[in-house]
């Protein structure tokens, strides 16, 4: 599969805790983007990155950071994680930044004990 | 504020039904909006959007700016339309955030 890819696919951890999320863009791609999506919120967009710099933010917490390296591949750090944190980070990338050319990911699963 | 609301978290229908998913949005502007979905173990993924105006897999949509509407059909459901589907919104144009709705999980039954 050559699309985008997400590391881990699931992650328990513990309330206080800090976890990394990793996303492979598709070949080619310049754009990532971050959501998540839980039960009470929805999908809700984080934060968009383009050829390594922040384009665009959503509703991404204060304890949340992410960030694109060279390589193109993204980072979403979560820090002193809370039970509602519990919810599954999608991923997508695109070529030029266009919402409507996104490649979603698989997501991984966070759940937050 | 803008919003997007899909008042069916749940739509079941028998095959051969015309189904249609309600999509309501809350903006002043001109917004782009889109229908997205989510098949069982697969990845989200755009089915389409009001702009190209078209047909996919037979589920059309129109914007309806006086009704601030953007509801999904298609005539004659099949089995393989079982998913998960999200309607979003992209504003204004050229924005590069979507927002969600909730979602309608959609069931067709034999």
């Known amino acids: 599969d050559s699309g985008v890819t997400q590391t881990p696919k699931h992650l328990i951890t513990a309330t206080g805790q800090r976890v990394t999320l990793r996303c492979s863009p598709r070949s080619g791609d310049l754009s990532v983007y971050w959501y998540q999506q839980s039960l009470d919120q929805g999908l809700q967009f984080l934060i968009q990155y383009y050829n390594g710099e922040e384009r665009a933010k959503g509703n991404i917490l204060e304890r949340f950071s992410a960030q694109q390296f060279p390589d193109l591949h993204s980072e979403l750090n979560l820090s002193s994680l809370e039970l509602g944190d519990s919810a599954l980070y999608f991923c997508?990338?695109?070529?030029?930044?266009?919402?409507?050319?996104?490649?979603f990911g698989p997501g991984t699963r966070l759940l937050v004990l | 504020a803008q919003r997007v609301t899909q008042p069916e978290k749940l739509l079941s229908v028998f095959k051969g039904a015309p189904v249609e998913l309600k999509c309501n949005y809350s903006?002043?502007?001109?917004?782009?909006l889109f229908w997205y979905v989510q098949y069982s173990r697969q990845r989200l993924q755009l089915l389409l959007r009001?702009?190209s105006r078209e047909s996919i897999k037979g589920f059309t949509a129109d914007l309806n700016k006086g009704e601030t509407s953007f509801h999904l059909k298609k005539p004659f459901a099949q089995e393989e339309d079982s998913a998960m589907y999200y309607c979003a919104l992209s504003a204004p144009q050229g924005a590069q955030k979507l927002l969600f709705g909730q979602g309608t999980r959609l069931t067709i039954n034999p």
């Open positions: 009001h702009i």
């Open positions: 997508a990338s695109s070529v030029e930044g266009r919402v409507e050319t996104q490649y």
């Open positions: 903006y002043s502007g001109s917004p782009e």
